[in-house]
């Protein structure tokens, strides 16, 4: 039974890490959509001046929020392992994905909070590029993110017969998930805004939202094998 409840709890942590991420990124700082690496270093400093207090709270928020994504990779790692009976190798894999997502998210989140510290006092210079350290930390590491994506695809896609809890539609989607991320490496190539740069549709929109769409597909799938278990097992 308290088995059943961690579970219950893992696999609530991401609705609860989007709404927190979500509520402190949109809400108070005001970063969506992110400034553009076009925009001058005095217009990136009036950002924070003008938005300090917001953006404060907002990182930490985001900071609150991160830390959830190491219970629910482990959830979702675990409801693998009882579904499709997965190696401990593959959660393990899939754990190290969880805590790298965690520390981007809290790293971007020290990162804001340092460029609000003192934006009144800082060089204009100083600020944008601590903004263009804000967004690299945002979409640079995808790597680990395809890694962790394409693992459990290729772990859905192997079984021949999944079954209801977490049919094909889930692996193919994990698989584009995973491709969908790479864009981000163009954040690094271009400076004058539009869509491959770090605030575009193409780099910055598309990684991100499918991010979370995966992450929000895959958590009704958790509670089905939850419920499911707990239906064959009577506690």
Known sequence: ?????????????????????????????????????SDSPEKIKRFFVDGQDGIRVGMVLIMVGGAGFIPWASGLANELKRALGSSSLATHIQLGGGVIACVVATSFAMVGSLAAFRPDHLAAETTRLLDDLLWFWWLIPWPAFTVWCVLVGCLILSERNPGELFPRWSGYLSIWAAVCYVPGSLAIFFTTG?????????????????????????TPLMFRAIAAEGKAVPA
């Open 194 to 218: 539009g869509a491959f740069s770090y605030n575009g549709l193409v780099v910055w929109y598309v990684p991100t939202v499918v991010f979370f769409i995966w992450m929000a597909c895959m």
């Open 1 to 37: 039974m308290e088995d059943r409840r961690l579970r219950l709890a893992c696999a609530c942590a991401a609705p609860a890490l989007i709404v927190v991420i979500g509520v402190g990124l949109v809400g108070f700082a005001g970063m969506v959509p992110p400034p553009s690496p």
